[in-house]
């Protein structure tokens, strides 16, 4: 089995920044893609940011020159540096990685259990 703990959320005022880390631990070979989605109170689930493992990246518009995703891979570990936040950013922000837990190729989708942020104005 594979977990995904998040850590990093809590409470800012808007233009302030915070830094979310996903770990990733387990039986793992390798870790393809990781991501960080949010889910505001009724709203969907929404791709924030991704990282292949060539350290290409993806952002959502509404984050783009604000976020900054990236990632450790001998640490199995993500991190998204999150700066000038707003209280649209509010959210429960969850981390998501592609992972192969043996040398075939395939891959299985693995979810941390999210954190808070809170953006006041």
């Known amino acids: 089995q594979v977990q995904l703990v998040e850590s990093g959320g809590g409470l800012v005022q808007a233009g302030g920044s915070l830094r979310l880390s996903c770990a990733a631990s387990?039986?793992?070979?390798?870790?393809?893609?990781m991501g960080w989605y949010r889910q505001a109170p009724g709203k969907q689930r929404e791709l924030v940011a991704a990282?292949?493992?060539?350290?290409?990246?993806n952002y959502a518009d509404s984050v783009k020159g604000r976020f900054t995703i990236s990632r450790d891979n001998a640490k199995f570990t993500a991190y998204l540096q999150m700066n000038s936040l707003q209280p649209e950013d509010t959210a429960v922000y969850y981390c998501n990685a592609d992972v192969r837990v043996t040398p075939t190729p395939r891959r299985y989708a693995y979810w941390g259990q999210g954190t808070q942020v809170t953006v006041s104005s």
């Open positions: 387990g039986i793992i070979f390798s870790i393809n893609a």
């Open positions: 990282i292949q493992s060539d350290g290409s990246t």
